[in-house]
């Protein structure tokens, strides 16, 4: 059994920020890529930033320059830093991972339970 757990959501005023950690728990050998979402009321989820597990980052274009995705794999944590927070930031913000490798094999399609983040103006 694997949990993603995100934290660090919060309300932040307009130009403010934010840093969300989302830790895998379980007995896996190895996560792969792991990335960002959110989602806003009454639109789809949309990937926000994506990382590696060697490094390799995308970020979406509505993020880029003021968003940073890392990610330290000796604690199974992903990281997002929101800096210059917008109100049209304001979303649930979700972890995910596509691939996770066990000793007996892998399994796919991995989401956290998500975490609020609202920015007012």
């Not at 050998?29 to 639109?43: C, D, E």
């Not at 968003?67 to 995910?96: G, W």
Request: proline share 2%; net charge positive.
């Amino acid at each position: 059994q694997v949990q993603l757990v995100e934290s660090g959501g919060g309300l932040v005023q307009a130009g403010g920020s934010l840093r969300l950690s989302c830790a895998a728990s379980g007995t896996f050998l190895r996560i792969n890529a792991m990335g960002w979402y959110r989602q806003a009321p009454g639109k789809q989820r949309e990937l926000v930033a994506g990382i590696t597990n060697s490094g390799s980052t995308n970020y979406a274009d509505s993020v880029k320059g003021r968003f940073t995705i890392s990610r330290d794999n000796a604690r199974n944590t992903v990281y997002l830093q929101m800096n210059s927070l917008k109100p049209e930031d304001t979303a649930v913000y979700y972890c995910h991972t596509d691939e996770i490798l066990f000793a007996y094999g892998r399994g796919y399609d991995y989401w956290g339970q998500g975490t609020q983040v609202t920015v007012s103006s």
